[in-house]
Antibody, heavy 123, light 108 residues
Framework: QVQLVQSGAEVKMPGASVKVSCKTS????????IHWVRQAPGQGLEWMGW????????RYSENFQDRITFIRDTSASTVYMELSSLRSEDTAVYYC????????????????WGQGTLVTVSS | SYVVTQPPSVSVAPGKTASITCGGN??????VHWYQQKPGQAPVAVIY???NRPSGIPERFSGSNSGNTATLTISRVEAGDEADYYC???????????FGGGTKLTVL
């Protein structure tokens, strides 16, 4: 069965960077994009971007354009999200999710999600 | 960028029908997806592409999309349906995902 398993909670100082992993299994890693979505405490979902594991192509939300990096390790079927220059507003649960692309409708939806990783930014 | 709007909250009695809306400019021309999120859990897709249910989702969940409004309908509401619900579209002009602000469904 498809599974996305994320790394554990992190506590970081303002200005630091954090790297969250998302290990996939149960399907062909290179066949589906992985998206990242975050949720601040008590707030809604915010799409951050995606990476296509097959070729490493990425697309980032304009809200994170210069602070975020996605990389993939095809040998480990794992995707990483690195967010730099952390500030208190980055405190959130970060989710990875598998993208299901429907070409006829030019749309993506998210059919499997990781369990989430809490990142706390505090001095 | 594209914006979608949801009511913050909807209340419904058990056994009744709940309707949660998602508004956006000509949203009927886009595919709308819906997610259910219970406290402390990751979201789960309940409807994709306007009116399709992923495997394992009860038939009580249905969707529609026309004009400027998409709607998630939950029939015969149960206590276990109490959750936050989010609509999501793909903004192909910017190639980005867009979520609505979420609607808290309360079962009275």
């Amino acid at each position: 069965q498809v599974q996305l398993v994320q790394s554990g909670a992190e506590v970081k100082m303002p200005g630091a960077s954090v790297k969250v992993s998302c290990k996939t299994s149960g399907y062909t890693f290179t066949h589906s994009a992985i998206h990242w979505v975050r949720q601040a405490p008590g707030q809604g979902l915010e799409w951050m971007g995606w990476i296509i594991p097959g070729n490493g192509k990425t697309r980032y939300s304009e809200n994170f354009q210069d602070r975020i990096t996605f990389i993939r390790d095809t040998s480990a079927s794992t995707v990483y999200m690195e967010l730099s220059s952390l500030r208190s507003e980055d405190t959130a649960v970060y989710y990875c999710a598998r993208g299901f692309y429907i070409a006829a409708a030019a749309t993506n939806w998210f059919d499997y999600w990781g369990q989430g990783t809490l990142v706390t930014v505090s001095s | 960028s594209y914006v979608v709007t949801q009511p913050p909250s909807v209340s419904v009695a058990p056994g009744k029908t709940a309707s949660i809306t998602c508004g956006g400019n000509n949203i009927g021309s886009k595919s709308v997806h819906w997610y259910q999120q219970k406290p402390g859990q990751a979201p789960v897709a309940v409807i994709y592409s306007d009116d399709n249910r992923p495997s394992g989702i009860p038939e009580r969940f249905s969707g529609s999309n026309s004009g400027n409004t998409a709607t998630l309908t939950i029939s015969r509401v149960e206590a276990g349906d109490e959750a936050d619900y989010y609509c999501q579209v793909w903004d192909s002009s910017s190639d980005q995902g867009v979520f609505g602000g979420g609607t808290k469904l309360t079962v009275l």
